[in-house]
């Protein structure tokens, strides 16, 4: 079975930071997109950032970049989302995905094959 175990939410006031891990077990790690989708009530699910560990090409939303950074160990089948410089809209349910790599489709809702448990990320102004 597929399972990415995500970890590393938190209460953090703004202007600070926070580091979210994914475990991925399961799965042929360097063949997939292993990413970070959040949620708030009310709105879609959108792409935060994603990494290919085959290759090193990543996605940022537009709203994180510069502030937010993917990184993938590899060794240990891990992706890595270093968080700094939190705003209150950052709060969200934060959700580990893996999906294939499709260059013209990469980090999209709709090519997500699996989603890891979420983990809540609360930014206090």
């Known amino acids: 079975d597929v399972q990415l175990q995500a970890s590393g939410g938190g209460l953090v006031q703004a202007g600070g930071s926070l580091r979210l891990s994914c475990a991925a077990s399961?799965?042929?790690?360097?063949?997939?997109?292993i990413g970070w989708f959040r949620q708030v009530p009310g709105k879609e699910r959108e792409g935060v950032s994603c990494?290919?560990?085959?290759?090193?090409?990543?996605y940022y939303e537009d709203s994180v970049k510069g502030r937010f950074t993917i990184s993938s160990d590899n060794a240990k089948n891990t992706v890595y989302l270093q968080m700094n410089s939190l705003k209150s809209e950052d709060t969200a349910v934060y959700f580990c995905t893996a999906g294939p790599y499709y260059s013209h489709q990469f980090c999209e809702l709709d090519v997500i094959d699996y989603w890891g448990q979420g983990t809540l990320v609360t930014v206090s102004s």
């Open positions: 399961g799965l042929a790690f360097e063949e997939y997109v």
């Open positions: 990494i290919s560990s085959s290759d090193g090409a990543t």
